[in-house]
């Protein structure tokens, strides 16, 4: 049983790779701070998830119509980066359609079974898929860890904001060293 998951959000091709349908320069720079995290978690027996924004080809979706279109079913953008492996036999994929990693999938039914009480979130984007699932994550009682230096969106300032908001009602928010001692500690 784990007591700590790691949840990678959104880390996928077209939001990490400059060929990507929606990339950012901020998702190519927190890439390495994430496999950092991700190599630590995975010393420490921390449960990884990884959050995968995924639409459906050829399907109706009132959210995916609205905006450009990216992380397509069999388009290779939705694919997790490269930088970040999955290891099959222990680390958990799951499918998303919205912002939160717990709307409409099975995040909270994969934590539960685990015995999982802390999620340390990093990925992107900060004002939207991170400040969603922590907000979900702190209404089915996680306690929640954000690390600041592992999470982007495409403007520093509204960044920050969220990461003010998150630390102040949501969850925590601690850097990576912060956090490095908080699992080296077993504190997490």
Excluded: W
């Excluded at 699932?133 to 230096?149: C, P, Q």
């Amino acid at each position: 049983m784990y007591k700590t998951a790691l949840l990678i959000v959104d880390m996928v091709k077209d939001f990490t790779d400059p060929e990507g349908l929606v990339f950012y320069p901020q998702n190519r720079e927190i890439l390495p701070r994430i496999k950092r995290v991700l190599d630590k978690c995975r010393e420490k027996d921390v449960l990884v998830v990884f959050l995968q924004h995924c639409n459906r080809k050829g399907k109706f979706d009132r959210k995916a119509a609205s905006m450009r279109p990216n992380c397509i079913e069999g388009s290779g953008g939705e694919e997790i980066d490269p930088m970040l492996p999955v290891q099959e036999e222990t680390d958990y994929v799951i499918k998303k359609r919205r912002y939160s990693g717990f709307f409409g999938t099975d995040l909270d039914l994969v934590l539960r079974e685990n015995g999982v009480k802390n999620v340390i979130v990093v990925g992107t984007k900060t004002n939207c898929c991170i400040r969603a699932t922590i907000t979900d994550a702190f209404y089915l009682d996680y306690d929640g860890y954000v690390v600041s230096d592992c999470v982007a969106t495409n403007s520093e300032t509204v960044n920050q904001v969220h990461l003010e908001d998150i630390s102040k009602y949501l969850g925590t928010v601690v850097d990576t060293e912060e956090l490095f001692g908080l699992l080296d500690s077993g504190k997490l």
